[in-house]
């Protein structure tokens, strides 16, 4: 064997060494690929989403962090916040009308001669008014040792008997001390000898989408039911009433679970359970704690909320209606109309004009706009930014108190040949359409296949002005629709009931 012969050798078996080395230390580095095809192996490590953190059950209620990690179990967590949730049982006492069958004078009737008098008079006979009692049951939970307790104000409403039974089954009176129908709170009492177990409270404004939260209530009458989820999401507008910011979560929330503590991880109070989707699965609402906060005092010390008025009727704005301003952007809460007397009137707003911004707070959507006024306290002077006739502006005014809902109820859709017929008003119409006004247009018939139904409009609406120009007769309806193109929007100002509403409609093309 020569030389290189025997070099050649060696060099070659050093490779094969070196590529050996090579491949075992690759193959320790990745997973089995069998493994990943076996759906019935058992994992030998537990995920580490599914891991607590140490640190977590650490952290003290009011801490403002949030775990990042699943807890393993939320045993300790119910242990410790389970005794101040409460069952609320209410007792309701209802009224039904009588009725009485009309007397013909001097006849039976056929079957009162048939059936006899005893079996008439039993099964068809004259049916007394009567009263009968209704219960029913919900939840709540201890905020203070002295026996405040927090609920919904459906749960206790037109009770005339409440009862509260603790988590170790003692029982007692309650008494309303004050309730909030607009954001469906209430504050009731008991009186207690013995220090009451209490809740931590959260900021519900620090909770974040994808953070697991436990509902613990009495649904169905299951006293102490314990269920979890995460929040799905924030701000939702159900349509309950003119304050809507709601908490979604897709931890079980049913019938019994009204009033009820949503906790985060921590066993803090970040809202209170409240609503669900009856035709849906998951979907349950919460009010946020910091609504609360911001009313408990009122409550606690007056029974009631108060509430600034600013005096006007909003609505939001499309992007029909924005072109048909002429706005840059579809942000702010168009002016519909204004509260004669009221103090946006004195102020000097104006319909059509579209606030930006009230007291220093933006006012992004509409909606946004009803919750800063309330929010403002009575008596206080704000500056609002208003945008009045394609010029911004600041207007001062002076809240006053709430008495009544001011919010526009405005349809799904707001809005040549409209798709609809009006007329000038008459003395007849005006009966029929039961309108007080003496001049003007009203819609009389309305295609629900065009642009003015899309829109919403409907018959009786009375049209007060058409791209703002006032309408008192026909040829004034004619003249101001002519001022648009068809497919362009034209805006309608019109009066429905009490209320007054903007709609912009596109003419159909020809």
């Known amino acids: 064997m020569t030389v290189n012969t025997r070099f050649s050798l060696v060099l070659v078996a050093l490779l094969a060494f070196a590529l050996g080395v090579f491949y075992?230390?690759?193959r320790g580095t990745q997973p089995d690929?069998?493994?990943?095809?076996?759906?019935?192996?058992?994992?030998?490590?537990?995920?580490?989403?599914?891991?607590?953190?140490?640190?977590?059950?650490?952290?003290?209620?009011?801490?403002?962090?949030?775990?990042?990690?699943?807890?393993?179990?939320?045993?300790?967590?119910?242990?410790?916040?389970?005794?101040?949730?409460?069952?609320?049982?209410?007792?309701?006492?209802?009224?039904?009308?009588?009725?009485?069958?009309?007397?013909?004078?001097?006849?039976?009737?056929?079957?009162?001669?048939f059936f006899g008098?005893?079996?008439?008079?039993?099964?068809?006979?004259?049916?007394?008014?009567?009263?009968?009692?209704?219960?029913?049951?919900?939840?709540?939970?201890?905020?203070?040792?002295?026996?405040?307790?927090?609920t919904n104000n459906h749960v206790i409403e037109n009770a005339t008997e409440i009862k509260v039974k603790l988590s170790n089954e003692k029982e007692f009176d309650a008494k309303i001390i004050g309730r909030d129908p607009k954001t469906d709170i209430a504050l009731i009492k008991v009186d207690a000898k013995n220090d009451l177990p209490v809740v931590h409270v959260g900021n519900s404004d620090q909770l974040q989408i994808g953070e697991w939260v436990v509902a613990i209530g009495n649904p169905f009458g299951l006293e102490?039911?314990?269920?979890?989820?995460?929040?799905?999401?924030?701000?939702?507008?159900?349509?309950?009433?003119?304050?809507?910011?709601?908490?979604?979560?897709?931890?079980?929330?049913?019938?019994?679970?009204?009033?009820?503590?949503?906790?985060?991880?921590?066993?803090?109070?970040i809202g209170i359970n409240t609503a669900i989707i009856s035709s849906g699965q998951g979907i349950g609402f919460a009010i946020p704690i910091n609504v609360v906060l911001e009313i408990l005092q009122q409550l606690k010390e007056k029974?009631?909320?108060?509430?600034?008025?600013?005096?006007?009727?909003?609505?939001?704005?499309?992007?029909?209606?924005?072109?048909?301003?002429?706005?840059?952007?579809?942000?702010?809460?168009?002016?519909?109309?204004?509260?004669?007397?009221?103090?946006?009137?004195?102020?000097?707003?104006?319909?059509?004009?579209?606030?930006?911004?009230?007291?220093?707070q933006t006012v992004g959507k509409m909606r946004e706009l009803p919750t800063i006024v309330a929010a403002t306290p009575v008596g206080k002077k704000v500056d609002v930014r208003v945008l009045s006739e394609g010029k911004e502006k600041t207007i001062r005014v002076k809240i006053e108190e709430l008495e009544e809902e001011k919010v526009a109820a405005v349809s799904q859709e707001e809005a040549g040949d409209f798709g609809m017929k009006v007329q000038e008003l008459t003395p007849e119409l005006a009966e029929y359409f039961k309108l007080e006004d003496t001049q003007g247009v009203v819609v009389v018939e309305v295609d629900q296949a065009g642009p003015a139904a899309d829109a919403g409009i409907q018959r009786g609406d009375l049209v007060m002005e058409v791209n703002q120009k006032p309408i008192r007769s026909i040829d004034d309806y004619r003249s101001a629709v002519a001022l648009k193109k068809a497919g362009e929007p034209s805006l309608f100002w019109v009066k429905r009931g009490e209320s007054t509403l903007y709609f912009a409609i596109r003419g159909q093309k020809k």
Do not use: C
């Open 117 to 150: 008098d005893e079996f008439y008079r039993r099964f068809f006979g004259d049916v007394p008014p009567e009263e009968f009692k209704s219960k029913s049951l919900g939840s709540g939970f201890i905020i203070d040792k002295e026996g405040y307790i927090l």
């Open 224 to 269: 102490q039911t314990v269920t979890a989820g995460i929040v799905s999401a924030k701000g939702r507008v159900i349509g309950a009433g003119p304050y809507d910011n709601f908490i979604q979560t897709d931890a079980s929330i049913n019938p019994g679970n009204s009033g009820g503590p949503l906790f985060n991880t921590r066993g803090e109070v």
């Open 24 to 26: 075992a230390d690759y």
């Open 303 to 360: 029974g009631r909320v108060t509430r600034g008025w600013l005096g006007v009727m909003v609505q939001h704005i499309t992007p029909d209606i924005a072109e048909s301003l002429n706005l840059d952007s579809k942000e702010g809460a168009l002016v519909a109309d204004v509260v004669t007397d009221g103090p946006a009137d004195k102020a000097g707003f104006k319909r059509g004009d579209v606030i930006l911004e009230f007291d220093g």
């Open 33 to 113: 690929a069998s493994a990943a095809f076996d759906f019935f192996k058992p994992r030998e490590e537990t995920p580490a989403i599914l891991q607590a953190e140490p640190e977590a059950a650490s952290e003290a209620p009011g801490s403002g962090q949030v775990p990042s990690k699943v807890p393993a179990s939320f045993v300790d967590l119910v242990k410790k916040e389970k005794p101040a949730v409460v069952n609320i049982s209410t007792t309701q006492v209802i009224k039904r009308e009588g009725f009485r069958h009309p007397q013909l004078p001097q006849q039976r009737s056929p079957f009162e001669d």
